[in-house]
Structure formats: C-alpha cells, structure tokens
C-alpha cells in the first residue's frame, strides 16, 4: 500500500489525466470515422471544431484567471472568485448562444448546418458546470477527482458511440445527441458532487467579475493566439504547395509532438496552483523554485526521450503512419522537432508565470512576437529550401525568441539565469531516478 501512496500521487494522476484522455478520444474519433458515412463524418468534425475553437475561447479567459486568484486565497476570497467566474462563464455562453439563436432564424440551407447551429449553444450551456469545476479542481489540486471527471465526460461519450453502432444508428444527428446527452449528465455529476460549487454564485462581486474580465482579456488573447502559432504552419504549407499530400506529411510529425505535449501540461496542471499559491503569498523566492523545478526537470528528462526519438524517428513514423510514409519527409521533420523539443519547458513556463505573475500582457506579447517570427520563417525557410523542411526548421526560432523575450522580461520581477533552471533541473531529476530505484529495490526486498 506504502508503493501504491508513493506512485498515485498529483503528478501521476495528472500525467495519467493528460496521456488517457487523448486516447480515449481518437479511439472514439476512429470508431465515428468507421462507422459514419462521409459525408456525416466531415459534418461531425466540423460540429466539433466549431465547438472547440468556442471552449477554446471560453476556456482561455476564464480557466487561468480563476486558478490564479483561487489558489491559495481565504476561504471568503474563493468563494467570491468561484462564484463571479460563475457569472462570468454564464455571461460569455450566453453572448455565444444568442449569436446561435438569431442564426438559426435566418439560416435555410444545408439541413447539417442547421442542426450544428441548433444544438451547439445547447451543448454550450450544458458543458459549462463541467467546465467550471474542472478548472476548481486544478485550483484546489485535486487531480484524482479531475481524472474522475475527465473519465466520466469521455466514457459517457465513448459508451455512448458504442451503443449507437450495436443498434446501426450511427448518424449525424444521433452523434450530436448523443454527445449532448453525455454532457448532461457528466454537468450532473459534478453539481451533485459538488464539485462545480454553484451555490458560490451567491458570493460573487461585481468588483472580481471586473478582475477577472480585465485579466482574462489577455489571456484568451493569448489562447487564441496560440492556436494560430500550432496552425499557421498547415495553412502556409497548404497555400505554398500544390501538392495536398504536404499538408498530412507535415501534420503526423507534429501529432507526434504529443510525446512532449503530454507531460508537459501534466507538469503546467500541477505547478500551476502552486504558483499561484506562493504568489498570493508575495513569496517570489517560492514561486521562482517552483518554476525553476518543474520546467528544469523536464527539460532535463526531454533529452534522452528526444535522443531516442530521433534514432527511431523510422520505425515510429512506419508504426503510426503505415507504409504509405515511409518514402516521405515525415521522420526527418519528427526529427527536426524533437531536436528543439527541449526548448518547449522553459518557454511555455515563462509564459504562465508572467500571467500568474500579473504580466498576462506580456505573454500575450510574447506569443504574438513568436506567431510573427513563425510566420515570416515559414515563407523564408520555403524560399530557402523550397520544400517544407523549411517550415519545421524556422519553429526552432520561433520557440528561441519565446525564451529570448519571456526570460527578459521574467528578469525584471524574478531572481534567476537559465542556468539555474538547468541546474535545479538535473538535481531533481536525479534525486527522482534514485528515489524510484530505492522503491523498486525495497519493494523487491519484501515480496
């Protein structure tokens, strides 16, 4: 039992939350891809981009600004910025849901369209208490109850699917309600639970709405441009070369990247709330500690994933991508990201701290400056190279003028060098190697 305390911890839980509930999805998305004709697949992905690009929006100027005044605050205080973040969410949906009411008035044309519109502000509404008390959650630290959540709200779903395909009823329409259906009932869950703590709306004040509203102006800003950083390389690809083919050689690679991705928002999931903690403090010594740790550790642990990543960069693009890619550039761009995969740590936690920080501006600066240098070292890497290794080499300048900027402006608040970071990153990641083989060992010991 002593083994199971010492592996099941905040970290694990998120690690397990971040790398189960991608593969729950695509193996969801494989089965409606199977299952749906067509035509009702490429309207269930645009039903589901649609979506996403509006939580992506939701998500992004709420989810920060509540973890960074809700960590480590008073009681009284946590409840007054859970409840207005409440009042705030509700604010936004609805904004959203009347645009998609007035729409489906005026709308007549494509019958899948129109379902689209009719149902997202629905399914909008009913996935913003599983939405809010996912952020609680993280907040609080409770990440065995976020992995319970997260399971709930994707296993519904995935149930869901199932039961739709053993009846044959594996529609458009039918995968829209269905998809309602489970995000009725995973909102449910949490209110019952408690967990997404509605009855804070009576503590709410016009004041923290006002707080929140101002902060999470730049950090959506920040989300939104971020999600053109990850896309402005398709798009380029796709205007630049008349081949089609391009675009889905480019993209398996930085699928790929989930390698790197999937721990590191399980690290940004668990320091978050401890920086905000320290922040609320005014302890700046905790805080640059925290953040020196956990962006040192993985960025240290990221070098000999990415050495084998490499070396093998072949045989995971022929496992993945089948055959039919072994002739490609495909492994070579896989290679190309994983060389500057180690920037990815530093770069994405200077970015939190600047927000938690009070700086949301300036992160927000800091991804716009790298969208720009992405952008503008695209169209020069294919005037360059004149094919698409162009595009992944000029990612390394993009995610090298992150650093550049996030660490001088970090400078000006914090007492740290990147050496430091390297440092505390090689110290911690030792004492965590040696700590796992003395368990190993004392576990072999009493069996």
């Not at 600004?65 to 936004?92: C, M, P």
């Not at 009070?358 to 991804?367: A, D, E, R, T």
């Not at 162009?390 to 995610?399: L, M, N, R």
Request: proline share 3%.
């Amino acid at each position: 039992m002593g083994i199971l305390d010492k592996i099941i911890n905040k970290h694990t839980l998120s690690l397990a939350s971040n790398a189960v509930m991608p593969v729950v999805g695509m193996v969801t998305i494989s089965m409606l891809a199977r299952n749906l004709t067509e035509a009702d697949f490429g309207n269930w992905t645009f039903f589901l981009i649609t979506y996403s690009l509006a939580n992506f929006f939701r998500t992004g100027f709420l989810q920060t600004s509540l973890v960074k005044f809700y960590s480590g605050a008073d009681k009284q205080r946590a409840l007054n910025v859970a409840g207005s973040t409440w009042i705030l969410g509700f604010v936004i949906t609805s904004i959203l849901g009347i645009l998609c009411f007035l729409t489906y008035l005026f709308y007549h044309g494509d019958v899948a369209v129109e379902i689209i519109i009719k149902w997202f502000s629905i399914i909008f509404f009913c996935t913003l208490p599983s939405s809010v008390a996912l952020w609680i959650l993280q907040a609080e630290g409770r990440f065995d109850r976020m992995f319970i959540l997260q399971l709930v709200g994707q296993g519904c779903f995935f149930i869901s699917v199932i039961v739709l395909i053993v009846i044959h009823q594996t529609h458009f329409k039918m995968v829209v309600y269905a998809y309602c259906i489970s995000a009725i009932i995973t909102s449910l869950f949490t209110i019952i639970n408690g967990w997404a703590k509605t009855i804070t709306m009576a503590h709410k004040s016009w004041a923290c709405i006002k707080e929140l509203a101002n902060f999470g102006k730049f950090s959506v800003g920040t989300s939104i441009s971020s999600y053109l950083l990850r896309g402005s390389d398709t798009y380029i690809i796709k205007y630049m070369f008349a081949d089609p083919a391009s675009v889905g050689i480019y993209y398996l690679p930085q699928r790929l990247m989930e390698i790197v991705e999937i721990p590191l928002r399980s690290f940004i999931a668990t320091a978050l709330p401890p920086i905000a903690a320290a922040m609320h403090r005014d302890d700046k010594r905790s805080m640059t500690y925290i953040m020196k740790k956990y962006a040192g550790i993985l960025t240290i642990l990221l070098i000999p994933v990415s050495i084998v990543a490499i070396i093998s960069a072949d045989l995971i693009i022929d496992i993945i991508g089948g055959p039919g890619f072994a002739a490609t550039p495909a492994a070579n761009i896989f290679r190309i990201f994983m060389s500057f995969a180690i920037l990815l740590p530093v770069d994405r936690f200077f970015g939190i701290t600047l927000d938690i920080l009070n700086q949301p501006q300036k992160n927000m600066i800091k991804v716009i400056l790298m969208l720009t240098v992405n952008v503008a070292g695209d169209f020069l890497g294919i005037y360059i190279f004149h094919n698409i290794y162009g595009v992944a080499i000029s990612s390394f300048f993009t995610f090298l003028m992150g650093i550049v900027y996030g660490y001088w402006q970090l400078k000006m608040h914090l007492d740290f060098t990147i050496k430091d970071i390297l440092k505390i990153g090689f110290v911690e990641s030792k004492a965590i190697i040696l700590n796992a083989v003395k368990n190993l060992r004392v576990q072999s010991k009493n069996e």
